[in-house]
Structure formats: structure tokens, C-alpha cells
């Protein structure tokens, strides 16, 4: 998750398996991670929502990634309090309407996020001809965290690993334990300081104004 100074944010997951692992099972594409990790929600369901879904592949990892800009986080953002699930994200009920609760301020707001992946559930899948138990994969096999990179110092997370400046955010995920995300951080209302700006310079501008004129008229008397 990338959060920006103009308050939006671009969102994404990636589904990702060892390499080595994929190879063993001759699994190259999107389409064979999706089996494997048992994803079968329809990408029109996910398109409608506003996300892209890619094949992923990289030195180390092949998969399949879902990603999506969101141009105001206030339009995903709410008083009430609500914990997000991110390992139901690809579950045909996963709700994405709201990521933040947010503490409205003048100049600035306040977010905050409560967000969960649960891996408690230890599921087997279908490798080729032979099944795998993830909970007994070892780590380098199979990655999961969960990053933000923030444009300014966060106010406050249970992070694993913070950057020296406070922006970057980083979770690391374990089989068989839920891992609980929390980070709140704070942007700028640049637009209500635009208009804070605007009515002192109108205000300034109309008392000045009006001295001018007054002493317009003192000369004339």
C-alpha cells in the first residue's frame, strides 16, 4: 500500500509461490496459481471494483497480482471503526469500501487502519500429482507481508520493521497465527488551507480597500 501527499493511494496483493516450487509443479502462469491457491473469483468481479489483475513473476517468486488506485482515501475512509480481513481478499464477499477510520481536523486528518491476515487455517493444495501442507512449507518457500509506504512520519503502528524516517511499514505473516495489522498516520487538508489562505487574503483585501477609500475621501474633503 502506497499512500500519497495528495491523499491517493494505490492498493495491491500478490499471490506468490518459490519459484522452485512452481517449476516442480510446472505451474507458469496465472492461471495455475490461481488453482493452487484456490482463487476462483472471476476477474470481472475484481475489474468492476476497479482492480487490474496481472501475471507476477519475478527472480524469486511466480504468481498473480491485483492492484488498484484509489484517487481520495477519504471516499474509502469512515467515523466507524472496521476491521479489514486481508486474507479473504480474493473471497467473492471481500468488502473494500472502507480501509480507514479517520479523526477529521481543520488543517489535518487523522487515519487509521485495523486490518487482519489470518493463516490459522492451514490448507493443503494440489501440486501436480501430489498435495502440499503450506503449514509445513519452509519460510523460504513461501513469503507473506504486508508493507505501506507513507509520505509522511506515521504516528503510530505495531509494525515488525520501521524505516529510519517512520514512512515504510513493514508485517511479516506466519502460518497457522492471525497477524494483526495497525497503523494510523495523518495528511493535510490542502484544500481547506487553500481556503483558510483565500479568506484572509479576501478579508486583508477588503480592509485595505476599505482604508484606501477613506482616505480617497479625507483628501477630497
Known amino acids: 500500500m502506497n499512500v500519497n501527499k495528495n491523499k491517493s493511494m494505490d492498493f495491491s496483493v500478490t499471490y506468490a509461490l518459490d519459484n522452485k516450487l512452481a517449476d516442480l509443479a510446472e505451474l507458469n502462469n496465472a492461471y495455475d496459481i490461481r488453482n493452487m491457491f484456490g482463487i476462483v473469483v472471476d476477474d470481472n468481479i475484481l ?4 482492480y487490474t489483475v496481472t501475471d507476477y513473476k519475478n527472480d524469486n517468486y511466480t504468481g498473480i497480482k491485483a492492484s488498484k488506485h484509489i484517487y481520495n482515501i477519504d471516499a474509502v475512509s469512515s467515523d466507524n471503526e472496521k476491521v479489514i480481513v486481508l486474507s479473504d481478499f480474493f473471497n467473492q464477499d471481500f468488502d473494500d469500501s472502507l480501509f480507514f477510520t479517520v479523526k477529521k481536523g481543520v488543517f489535518k486528518n487523522t487515519y487509521t487502519a485495523n486490518f487482519v491476515y489470518d493463516l ?3 490448507a493443503k493444495y494440489n501440486l501436480g500429482n501430489s498435495v502440499i501442507d503450506v503449514s509445513k512449507l519452509s519460510s523460504d518457500n513461501i513469503e507473506i507481508s504486508y508493507e505501506v509506504n507513507l509520505p509522511y512520519k506515521q ?3 505495531n509494525a515488525q520493521s520501521v524505516s529510519q524516517d517512520g514512512k515504510q511499514l513493514i508485517w511479516n505473516a506466519k502460518y497457522n497465527e492471525a497477524a494483526n495489522i495497525q497503523f494510523s498516520f495523518q495528511l493535510v487538508n490542502a484544500l481547506n488551507i ?3 489562505i483565500f479568506n484572509v487574503f479576501l478579508i486583508a483585501s477588503v480592509v485595505l480597500l476599505s482604508i484606501y477609500k477613506k ?4 483628501k477630497g474633503d
Open 47 to 50: 475489474t468492476q471494483k476497479g
Open 215 to 218: 482616505n480617497i475621501n479625507k
Open 120 to 122: 490459522t487455517n492451514t
Open 155 to 157: 504516528v503510530s503502528s
Open 194 to 196: 487553500f481556503i483558510l
